[in-house]
């Protein structure tokens, strides 16, 4: 009991000053506004944003839900996809020689010219914006799994075929505990991508989410909600990172604490 509040006091702590930053950016930009007299198209304030925001909760919610349902669904198909291409490739060396370039190169695709081709291909429904979360986040999850992989123990492995373990057994109990680490790393990374990725192609094309509300506003001219829902973003990312912790920790709870040592 006394070492989780103490953990807790700790990790307060680290973030106090990230708070205190944002917190003093937003008092310099509320007094920028009122100081300068800017008209809210341009520039509202966060006092503004947030009533506005407030005022608008429920169509910015729904707007938040549909996209939250998007990046879940398209992140957990480039998971997927992600750790059958890593363990195929694992098992094979010429595979590793033969993908890895290619997952390197499918990130030079630019994703501000691939998602309207997406749009264009499959039309506003669900699929073209699974397509695009999993370019966006295939590569750092897989890349993160090949590396776990390969930083295995050697001599753990060396020692379990001097024991007769299969090739998957080896996998098993050596290198898929030895790469967790390192996928919870990619993992953070590929869900604030997730996030991102979703929101641009529903910019892009949709019917809901907060790409298309922020579009909609955009073209009204309505800063404040568009930045309403900027912020409403943010905390998405937040909250689905914050949650590859909670996973971990259940998951590969030694990995967690050795991090945070």
Known sequence: MTTSKTDSIGRARRLLPALLIAGALVAIWQSYVVVSGVRPQVLPSPARVLRQG?????????HAWSTLQVTMVGFAVSLALAWALAIVVDFSPWLRRALVPLFVVSQTLPIIAIAPLMIIWFGFGLLPKILVIALVTFFPVAIGLLEGFAAADREAGALLRSMGASRWQQFRYVRLPSALPRFFTALRIGITYAVVG?????????????????????????TDLVLAAVVVTAALSLLLYALT?????????????????
């Open 54 to 62: 407030w005022s608008h909760r429920v169509d910015i919610a729904g």
């Open 198 to 222: 979703a929101v641009f192609a529903e910019y892009v094309g949709a019917t809901s989410g907060l790409g298309i509300y922020m579009s909609t506003q955009k073209n009204s001219f309505r």
């Open 245 to 261: 912790f909670v996973v971990e920790r259940m998951v590969a709870p030694w990995a967690l604490t050795r991090g945070e040592r």
